[in-house]
C-alpha cells in the first residue's frame, strides 16, 4: 500500500502561479507512472501531466502544455506539478496519481481555484 498525500492547492489569480506537492508514503522510483489528474464538479477525472519513468516520456493535457510541468523528487517520494500563468478553467480538485505493481494509488486531492 501507498499512501499518498496532495499539498499546495489554493486561491490565485488569473495568471499566478501553484506548485503542488504530492508525498508518497513508501519510495516510487520503480512506478510504472505518475501523474496529475483535475476534476470539476460534475464531471470525470482528466489526466494534466503524467510521466512514464522508464521511458522517460511525459504527457500533458493540450490545455496546459508550456504552462504545467510535472517532476519529481526520488530522495523524498515527492512528485510535483509546477502550474504557471493559471486561469479560470484550470481550476479544480487535483489528484496525484501513481501506478506501482500495476495497482493505481489516488491521494485525497487538493483544491485549485483560479479567480478571473
Known amino acids: 500500500q501507498v499512501q499518498l498525500v496532495e499539498s499546495g492547492g489554493g486561491l490565485v489569480q488569473s495568471g499566478g502561479s501553484l506548485r503542488l506537492s504530492c508525498a508518497a508514503s513508501?519510495?516510487?522510483?520503480?512506478?510504472?507512472?505518475m501523474g496529475w489528474h483535475r476534476q470539476t464538479t460534475g464531471e470525470k477525472r482528466d489526466m494534466v501531466a503524467r510521466?512514464?519513468?522508464?521511458?522517460?516520456?511525459?504527457d500533458y493535457a493540450d490545455p496546459v502544455k508550456g504552462r504545467f510541468t510535472i517532476s519529481r523528487d526520488n530522495a523524498n517520494n515527492t512528485v510535483y506539478l509546477q502550474m504557471n500563468s493559471l486561469k479560470p478553467e484550470d481550476s479544480g480538485l487535483y489528484y496525484c496519481?501513481?501506478?506501482?505493481?500495476?495497482?493505481?494509488?489516488w491521494g485525497q486531492g487538493t483544491q485549485v481555484t483560479v479567480s478571473s
Open positions: 510521466f512514464y519513468p522508464a521511458f522517460r516520456r511525459t
Open positions: 496519481n501513481v501506478n506501482l505493481l500495476d495497482h493505481n494509488y
Open positions: 513508501k519510495s516510487i522510483n520503480n512506478a510504472n507512472a
